[in-house]
């Protein structure tokens, strides 16, 4: 599925009523009766419900989504919050509309004072209070009636009211929905944390912009939902040999963290790389074939390193990978230094790899060297991409989208942004976010698996903000996958045993 940015929905629908004629009205009342279809469809046994209208065009779709329910036979309850739209405006219009057909409007306060206020909490509701046009927390009567909203069963209006539509973050406090009928394309909003949480169901109503539109509106971003993934991977041919499957090259590891190796590696093998090596301490080369017996390890990091042979195994790599459990010693330091010099191939950087870059210029200039050849993938946590850009963690999750883009445009590399729905980036302007996933997936070494499904996408040939986003979808739906024997205690191993299974879905019908 495509969304669209509220300011790219708001662009195209001026275009089509400046350039291409279409009325206000017209998208209004296509808006409304999808909605209205919506309404009925979430709730099939629903006689009794109040749709509160605020003054702008959100007000408008609810006001003529009352009239399409009216005609139909039903009773409902419409109630004006805060002042009444203004008599030369789209909503002004559909409030004429509903008197004409002398439909009951009440406001506010005579709300307040009825029975139907104080009514069981069965009693449904539409929020048509601002939907994408709010800039500030709700208040006086508006934030009253997202309270009274967010109590019962509420279908919200292209935007749970009070819900940043870009960010995902609520604005103050937000009206909780049951489901959410957006309007023309599905916002950033709708699927981000905590926004997902707000919107409930999201349910993407057809206004009828053309194309052309939408192209003059532009900003669009994609979601790495089902649909997404369906057939997105060519079988491999039956005679392909583990040097089609591609060559790995992970540096990772150390004295300390040696699951963390082990967990990027299997991820890489279990995404289908053909040759794993892995780079480490002595201590981690030497024992990462019992835990990992198809993985070659080789001493990497410290005085023992064989140049010559690191350098060949770099250089022969057609993907790498550095940092799960590297850590952040000098010889740490060293290693990935050589790695990134010596690097002609694409690069994924993740954990100490990125820490070891926010803290040494040189490194960062090297990176910034692979990033402009062969290419480069950061994988930062909140706090690491904190480190990255000189950032406070809270100010780049109020604005997950933000955050990516920073990381993408600072560093000239495909960045993924992870949280619990992560948030990839390219150089050009390309935007993704993750849906599948769930709490379960909440347990260290998911970011080391989720690397080593990124390296060996990219082993294989796939362009950096393609495998990227193959990755981030394959590790959610494997999290899904392992999650149905129970999502509490779910370990990151059982994770990486369901990648196989989430890939082949991909290869073959998808979900």
């Known amino acids: 599925m495509i969304v669209a940015l509220p300011e790219s929905c708001r662009a195209a629908e001026r275009h089509a009523m400046d350039a291409l004629g279409l009325p206000e009205e017209v998208l209004m009342e296509r808006a409304s009766l999808g909605a209205w279809n919506v309404f009925r469809e979430v709730f099939p046994a629903t006689r009794d419900f109040a749709v509160l209208c605020g003054p702008g065009s959100n007000g408008g779709d609810g006001l003529a989504l009352a009239r399409h329910a009216w005609c139909d036979g039903f009773r409902p309850i419409v109630v004006l919050v805060g002042v ?24 506010w306060g005579a709300f307040e004072d009825s029975r139907m206020f104080q009514a069981r909490q069965e009693l449904a509701g539409v929020d048509a209070l601002f939907g994408t046009g709010l ?12 309270r009274w909203l967010s109590s019962r069963p509420t279908l919200a209006l292209d935007l749970p009211s009070g819900l940043d539509g870009a960010t995902g973050q609520p604005l103050g406090e937000c009206v909780k929905a049951v489901a959410t009928a957006t309007f023309g394309r599905s916002k950033p909003a709708l699927h981000l944390h905590p926004g997902r949480e707000f919107a409930g169901a999201v349910h993407v109503v057809g206004i009828g912009l053309p194309q052309a539109s939408w192209d003059v509106a532009g900003a669009m971003v994609e979601l790495l939902d089902d649909s997404w993934a369906e057939h997105r991977l060519a079988p491999r041919s039956r005679g392909a040999h583990k040097g ?11 004295d300390a963290y040696l699951g963390a190796a082990i967990l990027s590696t299997s991820a890489a093998l279990r995404s289908g790389a053909g040759l794993v090596h892995v780079g480490s301490t002595e201590s981690v080369a030497s024992r990462i074939a019992l835990s990992v017996p198809e993985a070659m390890g080789f001493v990497a990091v410290g005085d023992s390193t064989d140049l010559q042979d690191l350098s060949k195994r ?5 993907a790498m990978l550095a940092g799960p459990g590297l850590g952040k010693s000098a010889q740490s330091k ?11 191939a694409p690069t994924v950087l993740d954990a100490d790899a990125l820490n070891l ?18 290419g480069a993938v950061l994988t930062p946590h909140p706090a690491e991409a904190s480190r990255l850009l000189g950032e406070r963690v809270e100010s ?27 948030v990839v980036a390219s150089p050009d302007g390309r935007i993704a976010i993750g849906t599948a ?13 989720l690397a080593g499904a990124v390296v060996a996408r990219l082993a294989e040939g796939v362009e950096p903000f393609e495998a990227t986003c193959q990755a981030v979808r394959a590790h959610a739906r494997a999290g899904d996958i392992a999650g149905e024997r129970g999502r509490r205690g779910m370990s990151v191993t059982d994770l990486i045993s369901a990648l196989p299974q989430a890939w082949e879905e991909m290869e073959a019908s998808g979900r």
Do not use: W, Y
Request: aromatic content about 4%.
């Open 84 to 107: 009444p739209p203004k008599d030369d405006s789209a909503a002004g219009r559909q409030l004429r509309l509903l008197r004409n057909f002398g439909i009951p409007v009440e406001d």
């Open 135 to 146: 800039k500030r927390p709700l208040d006086g009567a508006a934030l009253e009636a997202a």
């Open 244 to 254: 089609d499957a591609g060559r790995v090259f992970l540096l990772c590891g150390s």
């Open 314 to 318: 770099i250089e022969s790599a057609c």
């Open 334 to 344: 060293v290693a990935l230094k050589r790695m990134l010099q010596r690097a002609v």
């Open 357 to 374: 870059c926010a803290e040494h210029d040189d490194l960062r200039q090297e990176l910034l060297r692979v990033a402009q050849g062969p």
């Open 396 to 422: 780049l999750l109020a604005d997950p989208i933000g955050a990516a883009r920073k990381l993408s445009e600072r560093f000239h590399a495909v960045a993924v942004f992870k949280t619990a729905t992560p």
């Open 437 to 449: 996933g769930h709490s379960g997936m909440a347990v260290g070494g998911s970011g080391d698996a």
